[in-house]
């Protein structure tokens, strides 16, 4: 394997979640070249499970597409060294109102593996008990709950197009759902 040495970085531009980056890079030829990085504290998300299968999903606004999304339940980490598990329980609580002593780690996924180094880790949430929403000041979130083909569905029509969901999803689905005795 080829190998390409990082020489260099410089924080071009410091952000409350992401910070820019310029790396200096030598390829496996010699060549030394500029490349832009964004790099992240890392996240967690989580797909909350009723007890009936059904699934809790969140609406929330986002600015980035001007929209409201349909998304699972997630948020970035308070620090790097932050567990991706503890990240998943609060958020889960904060954003649904529910809490859970059961989460299983589903996968990671890496949403923008050219040029970011966030990194999201997916559980999914059983045995849920029904608390309280503790949404963030810049938070306005409607719960949405929906059977796992439903989003199948969605997901399909291209009514649900954020990447973590659509991931989480359709690897939850292929895990949990047509890997049952039934099926």
């Not at 310029?22 to 010699?30: A, K, L, S, Y």
């Not at 339940?73 to 620090?79: M, Q, R, V």
């Not at 503890?86 to 949403?111: D, H, K, M, S």
Request: hydrophobic share 40%; aromatic share 8%.
């Amino acid at each position: 394997m080829k190998e390409f040495k990082r020489v260099g970085r410089e924080i071009v531009y410091q952000g409350a979640i992401l910070d820019f980056c310029r790396d200096d890079v030598i390829t496996p030829e010699g060549n030394r070249v500029a490349w832009d990085y964004l790099s992240h504290k890392g996240a967690a998300a989580v797909i909350p499970v009723l007890d009936d299968g059904r699934i809790i999903m969140v609406r929330q606004w986002r600015n980035a597409i001007d929209k409201f999304a349909l998304e699972i339940p997630a948020g970035g980490k308070e620090g790097a060294s932050e567990p991706s598990m503890q990240c998943a329980a609060r958020e889960l609580e904060e954003e649904t109102g529910y809490r859970t002593g059961n989460l299983v780690f589903l996968q990671t996924i890496v949403p923008a593996i050219a040029y970011s180094g966030e990194k999201i880790d997916v559980y999914v949430a059983f045995d849920l008990e029904k608390r309280e929403q503790h949404l963030d000041p810049d938070e306005d979130i409607e719960l949405e709950i929906y059977q796992v083909e439903e989003l199948v569905e969605m997901i399909k029509n291209n009514e649900i197009n954020d990447s973590k969901t659509i991931s989480a999803i359709m690897t939850y689905y292929l895990k949990y759902v047509l890997q049952t005795p039934e099926n």
